[in-house]
């Protein structure tokens, strides 16, 4: 069971799409996938179909200790992808969570009890704040999602920073999964800029696999599906496909 978080403070630049459609893609693969909104917006937990008004129980009340995680997983269209929603509560936890003792390490507490799953990936909220915490102590790894704008690298160093950080006091194993260009653009000059620049900096550890601007990748949430059930042969969820493929190591020469 490998547990990721896909993290970048910087709000929307592909995090909640990214884990949608790989934990899609790795649960069409045959792995055993959960999914879990870390995020009081709850656009993991729309994007695959639940009113995140109604959902419950759901991470709130797992933080709060009010349900074992168990009781919290939700079924989705996907058979071997299962999710831990969130709801607008969520942005209440922030703040009783301060007044506990193990207020960085619950969600790792919480998780250490599943088993049976291949994967569980993480969608924080963009900031680095108490829950983006505790998506890094619980993890094992990062995925950062890099869109292409022109402050794509802006904000980065920061997350590194936070980063080292929890390695260093609180989860010593951490470490970066990958980094994944994101919305990228082939008629954009920017595009092939940033990536040069962000290969660079992370070399083999940026995925061959980069995800482009694609319509479709946007349309799919308001379905409440991953893309791969909406554009089945779009060029967004081949390369999510793709991607998926890379993290298990099976060449892709279709
Ligand atoms: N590759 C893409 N091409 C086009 N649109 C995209 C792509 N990836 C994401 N989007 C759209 O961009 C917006 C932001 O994406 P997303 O919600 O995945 O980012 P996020 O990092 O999770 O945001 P937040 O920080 O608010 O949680 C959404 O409307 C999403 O549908
Ligand atoms: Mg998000």
Do not use: W
Not at 24 to 42: C, E, I, N, R
Not at 82 to 109: N, Q, Y
Not at 127 to 141: F, I, K, Q, R, S
Not at 184 to 189: A, E, H, I, N, S
């Amino acid at each position: 069971m490998k547990k990721i978080i896909v993290a970048n403070q910087k709000g929307g630049v592909g995090k909640t799409t990214t884990v949608v459609n790989l934990a899609a893609s790795l649960a069409l693969l045959g792995k055993k996938v959960l999914a879990l909104d870390l995020d009081p917006q709850s656009n993991l937990t729309s994007s695959l179909g639940f009113d995140k008004r109604k959902v419950s129980p759901n991470i709130y009340h797992l933080l709060m200790n009010e349900v074992q995680p168990e009781e919290a997983i939700k079924p989705t269209s996907i058979p071997n992808l299962k999710l831990i929603p969130a709801s607008p509560h969520l942005a209440g936890a922030r703040i009783e969570l301060v007044g506990f003792k193990d207020r960085e390490t619950r969600l790792k507490e919480k998780l250490a009890t599943l088993s049976g799953y291949d994967y569980i990936f993480i969608d924080p909220p963009p900031a680095l704040g108490v829950l983006t915490l505790n998506g890094l102590v619980a993890a094992e790894t990062v995925i950062i999602p890099v869109s292409v704008s022109y402050y794509a690298l802006e904000g980065l160093s920061e997350l590194l920073n936070a980063i080292r950080l929890v390695k260093r006091k609180l989860n010593p194993s951490l470490s970066l999964e990958g980094v994944l260009m994101t919305m990228y653009d082939l008629r954009v000059k920017l595009s092939s800029e940033i990536y040069l620049e962000v290969k660079n900096h992370f070399k083999e550890k940026v995925y061959q696999a980069v995800i482009p601007n694609n319509v479709k990748l946007a349309e799919a949430p308001s379905f409440g599906k991953p893309a791969i059930l909406y554009d089945k042969s779009g060029k967004g969820t081949i390369s999510y496909f793709r991607l998926a493929k890379e993290m298990l190591g099976i060449s892709d020469q279709l």
